[in-house]
């Protein structure tokens, strides 16, 4: 999904994912389609191609939901949120209204995490 050693090559990412796409969905791999729409959906929301990568995360979403892979909401949600910052929405209405979109509710939490000396982490 990423690639760091120059900017500019998300059209070649995007057609890495629709290959990806192809095969996998040829051949029955569900994860693979899921990662090749994921990929798809970072390179077109890199082309500001908004459209284009809501397709992907509704597909992605489905087969997620069909297969039982609940990290590809993570995923998801992350482009939701990247959608409404790049397009100046200040509204959460359009990411809530997708099924299975928005927040997932917090725990309330009082003081900061710090690292205890055992390694782990306390409330202050």
Known sequence: MQ??????????RDEIGAELVALSA??????FEVLGHLIRLQARSALADFPGADGHATAAELLARRHEL???????QWYRALRLAATGQTSGAEATSAPGSGPAPRPAVRGPVVPDRAGGHRRR
């Open 70 to 76: 609940p990290l590809v909401g993570v995923f998801v």
């Open 3 to 12: 690639t760091f050693h120059r900017a500019g090559l998300a059209p070649r």
């Open 26 to 31: 040829r051949h029955g791999l569900v994860t």
